[in-house]
C-alpha cells in the first residue's frame, strides 16, 4: 500500500517497478476488459518492435458507445480530445494504425525505462505525456479495434470541481511547456491570454490562478526536462512571454478553495 494518493503516475510506477515482462499493461480501476484483451496485446508488442504503446476501443458501460477511440490535441489550447467519443461504433473507427495517444484508462506500454509515467504530472496528461515520449524515442503509438473496453468517463474526478479545473490546467500546461514545439507554446500563450478577465473570477479562472502559480515555481525544471527529453531550446523572448503570460494567469483570485490535492 502507498499509504496516500501519490497520484495516477507515480502509483502506476510503484506496480511498474520489478515487472519481468515485455508489457506494463495500466487500467484504471472502474475499467473493464473484453475477452482476449491481455493476450492479443502481448501477441501484437511481441510481433512489432516498432510499437510503443497500443489501446484500442472504449465504450461507455452496457453500450457500444466511445467513450474514446485514441486521442488527438486541439490547438490553440491543446485540451486533449477523445475520437470517437459519444458516437455510436458502426465501424468508424475499424482501421488499425497509429494515433497521437491512447487514453490512460486501458492502455499497453511496452516495458522499458523511458516510457515510465512521469510523476510531476499528479493527474490528466500523464498517458499523453508516456504516448509523445514514445513517438521521440521512435516507437509508434497505436490504436487496435480489436482491443475492446469499457469505462465509465469521470466517474472518479469530481469533474467540473476547483479540484479538477486546478489539476488540469497545471496538467495541460506542463505537458506543452514540457513536449510541443515553439510554435505551440507560442500559440498557448496568445489563447491563454486572451482568456485573461479583469472581471469576479469563476471557478475554472481561480483555478487557472492555482495552476499558474504552482507552475511559475516549477517553471525552471520543467524546462530543464524538455532539454533532457531532447526538446527544442525556447527563445528567450518566448519564454519571456510563457513567464508574463503565466504571471498574468496566477494575479487572477477568486472566493474558491485552494486545497487542492496534487
Known amino acids: 500500500s502507498l499509504g496516500s494518493n501519490v497520484g495516477y503516475g507515480a502509483a502506476a510506477n510503484h506496480g511498474w517497478d520489478g515487472l519481468d515482462g515485455d508489457v506494463c499493461i495500466v487500467l484504471n480501476p472502474d475499467a473493464k476488459l473484453q475477452p482476449n484483451w491481455i493476450r492479443r496485446v502481448k501477441s501484437i508488442l511481441k510481433s512489432d518492435t516498432s510499437i510503443g504503446v497500443l489501446g484500442g476501443k472504449c465504450y461507455y458501460p452496457g453500450t457500444k458507445v466511445f467513450e474514446h477511440a485514441g486521442g488527438f490535441l486541439s490547438a490553440p ?16 473507427y475499424d482501421r488499425f494504425g497509429p494515433v497521437p495517444y491512447i487514453a490512460g484508462s486501458a492502455i499497453a506500454i511496452r516495458n522499458c ?6 510523476t510531476g504530472f499528479f493527474l490528466y496528461y500523464e498517458d499523453t505525456d508516456v504516448c509523445y515520449r514514445s513517438w521521440r524515442q521512435g516507437m509508434r503509438v497505436c490504436f487496435d479495434p ?12 469530481n469533474e467540473g470541481s476547483f479540484d479538477w479545473h486546478a489539476n488540469f490546467n497545471f496538467s495541460r500546461y506542463r505537458f506543452v511547456i ?14 491563454e491570454s486572451a482568456l485573461v478577465s479583469d472581471s469576479a473570477a469563476t471557478r475554472e479562472e481561480s483555478a ?5 502559480k504552482r507552475l511559475l515555481s516549477e517553471l525552471s525544471d520543467t524546462l530543464a526536462m524538455r532539454a533532457r527529453e531532447g526538446g527544442l531550446a525556447l527563445p528567450a523572448e518566448l519564454r519571456d512571454d510563457l513567464v508574463r503570460m503565466l504571471e498574468d494567469r496566477a494575479k487572477v483570485s477568486g472566493l474558491f478553495s485552494d486545497n487542492v490535492t496534487q
Not at 113 to 118: R, Y
Not at 178 to 191: G, H, M, R, T, V
Open 77 to 92: 489550447r491543446f485540451i486533449g480530445a477523445h475520437r470517437g467519443k459519444g458516437e455510436k461504433d458502426l465501424g468508424q
Open 113 to 118: 525505462t523511458e516510457l515510465k509515467f512521469d
Open 146 to 157: 480489436e482491443l475492446v473496453a469499457e469505462h465509465p468517463s469521470g466517474s472518479v474526478t
Open 178 to 191: 514540457k513536449n510541443l514545439e515553439p510554435w505551440d507554446i507560442a500559440q498557448l500563450i496568445a489563447s
Open 208 to 212: 487557472l490562478a492555482h495552476s499558474a
